[in-house]
């Protein structure tokens, strides 16, 4: 019995380990994959991806647009109260045009302030989704932009938090059926958001989950769902109808506010292109940032190698993020195919400030 | 999603044309001969982490499915492995945290029966459930490393690489796990059955 391979621990480990799963023999699914992976590139779920012309410009167009609406509430300050639709800041781009389905369900949902959803018969909506994504300081919040099918604008913020990111290089920790639904009571920034959980299994915080990811995930609620309403309403986690006294461990028995958002986004966040989107000729990314200098570099790779380069410059920096533009980027030179498009925040060499942090999409020149 | 079953019956020789979209080079077969070589691998890979397997079948089903769109990855066999690990880790990750919540109602519901069953299970059996019992008690990070070192042989700078964080948190995170895990495999760790 006594065997002297104990003196060498990392071997009898590895034995150990792959002996566990010596056993396991799953299921061949090469066909499964193949079915999916044909269907995926015109899959209802994301359809527009691999579409040509018209649509892939309808869409864009319709997100940009969506995108300034959510950068001029990201620009409000997080305690004045920013009426949605109306920028009290000067230097903002005329853009202010929202898409009807923006401006126009926020005051649905605030008509409704008791019960549940609307008899409003679902629609398309685009929405800010947040998500977690890793960074060099632990998880953060990127933001999306997520198309779902909703009664109202709110209903969608809580639809996209419980469906998986279009970029994989993010998650969510909502499983579908975590939230029964949410409310708006009041309006604007003095409103309450009330959002329901279905059941009290995400009171405490599950072993194996960091504080901070907990802490990040209650706040990817609150932007998620600030972001629909288009205002920065206190969001209030309820069970039964009632306030719940804590979610994954993090104390909710008062509506919570937004957490600045250098302490919970990640400091670059990527809006245009979108995750799979197809370019051609000249295209302008976007995004916001929060980037020394407010310098936002950016890099266009095939693989690893770097094929484009340059940098865009944020409306501001410091305090919180900014909106950021490119300018046009030419991409004729390239060879059709798949790329990566990323931007950063800018690494100081005296490694004062914020670590560089890295968003990135999969694009398609063609 | 799943129709035209058995459409897709070619076998995974060359089959020039069947995705004419990329300048001819076939996304397909590349991903035919990756499933060859690491499906079985990731899937026990997986199992290490989520303890379960149609679980763990279905997110290296997602990972392959996920790399298949990637075909900057897929040109190059070692990109694609380095992007299939990621993302089965990745999604392992996620998948137990939807599955701790599920997990915790039904312990509510019944009692965990975390006993072995009258039908005494060979030695062996229970070596493999007490290791993989074991590698749950660990927090994500540190059974993540293990996994990767202890069962995919990676180095600690490929480990790295895999979870996004420093060489040094890899160090400390197998230390401590490994550790931990002899600790909870007192009676497992000189049985050689």
């Known amino acids: ?48 991806i691999y579409a040509v012309g018209g649509a892939v410009v309808a869409t864009a167009a319709v997100v940009t647009a969506i995108a300034f609406a959510g950068d001029r509430l990201g620009l409000a300050s997080t305690d004045e109260p920013a009426p949605a639709g109306q920028s009290s800041r000067g230097s903002e781009p005329s853009r202010a045009a929202d898409p009807s389905e923006s401006t126009d369900s926020a005051p649905d ?55 998986d990111p279009a970029d994989p290089d993010y998650e969510t920790p909502w499983a579908a059926g975590s939230f029964s639904g949410a409310t708006l009571e009041g309006s604007g920034a003095d409103g309450i958001i009330k959002v329901a959980l279905a059941d009290e299994s995400l009171h405490d915080r599950p072993s194996g989950m960091s504080e901070e990811y907990a802490q990040e995930a209650v706040q990817q609620v609150v932007y998620t769902l600030q972001g629909a309403v288009q205002a920065r309403a206190a969001v209030q986690f309820t069970l039964n109808g009632n306030p719940i006294d804590q979610v994954l461990g993090v104390p909710t028995s008062e509506p919570l506010a937004n957490a600045p958002q250098n302490d919970v986004l990640a400091l670059v966040s990527i809006t245009a292109p979108e995750e799979g989107a197809g370019v051609s000729g000249r295209f302008t990314a976007s995004g916001v940032a929060n980037s020394n200098e407010a310098n936002v570099p950016w890099q266009i790779k095939r693989g690893d190698e770097v094929v484009l380069s340059g940098f865009s410059t ?3 920096w410091i305090d919180k993020l ?42 398609a020149v063609r | 999603m799943g129709r035209v079953p058995g459409a897709q019956m070619t076998p995974p020789s060359e089959v020039p044309d069947r995705s004419p979209d990329r300048a001819g080079w076939d996304a397909d077969t590349a991903l035919e001969r990756l499933y060859a070589a690491h499906w079985r691998r990731l899937v026990r890979l997986s199992v290490l982490l989520v303890h379960d397997v149609g679980t ?39 998948a137990l945290r939807h599955r ?45 490393v293990l996994a990767l070192r202890y069962y995919l042989d990676l180095s600690e700078a490929e480990i790295a690489e895999t979870l996004g964080i420093s060489r040094g948190a890899v160090k400390s995170h197998a230390s401590r796990g ?16």
Do not use: C
């Open chain 1, 314 to 316: 944020a409306e501001g």
């Open chain 2, 56 to 94: 763990a079948e279905e997110i290296v089903q997602d990972a392959f499915v996920a790399v298949h769109a990637r075909s900057s990855k897929l040109r190059d066999p070692d990109l694609a492995l380095a992007y299939l690990r990621q993302a089965v880790v990745n999604r392992s990750r996620s």
């Open chain 1, 109 to 163: 949902a605030s008509d409704a302030p008791s019960d549940a959803p609307s008899e409003t018969p679902a629609q398309s909506r685009t929405v800010a989704a947040y998500y977690l994504g890793d960074t060099p300081q632990g998880p953060r919040l990127y933001r999306e932009f997520a198309r779902v099918d909703a009664a109202d604008a709110l209903a969608a913020g809580v639809a996209v938090l419980q469906q």
């Open chain 2, 178 to 193: 490994s550790a931990t895990l002899r600790t909870l495999l007192d009676v497992h760790w000189e049985d050689r059955s």
């Open chain 2, 100 to 144: 701790a919540v599920v997990r915790r109602q039904a312990a509510r519901e019944a009692p965990p029966p975390t006993a072995p069953a009258s039908d005494e299970p060979s030695l062996a059996a229970a070596r493999r459930e007490a290791v993989l019992r074991a590698l749950r008690e660990l927090p994500i990070r540190q059974r993540e």
């Open chain 1, 322 to 363: 900014y909106p950021w533009q490119s300018e046009p980027i030419d991409v004729s030179g390239l060879a059709s195919g798949e790329y990566t498009f990323v931007a950063m925040t800018d690494d100081p060499s005296g490694g004062e400030g914020f670590g560089p942090m890295v968003d990135t999409r999969t694009i």
């Open chain 1, 1 to 48: 019995m006594t065997d002297p391979r104990h003196s060498d621990p990392d071997a009898r480990l590895a034995e150990l380990l792959s002996d566990a799963v010596s056993d396991v023999e799953p299921r061949d699914s090469l066909d499964t994959i193949r079915d999916r992976t044909k269907v995926t590139r015109m899959s209802s779920r994301r359809p527009w």
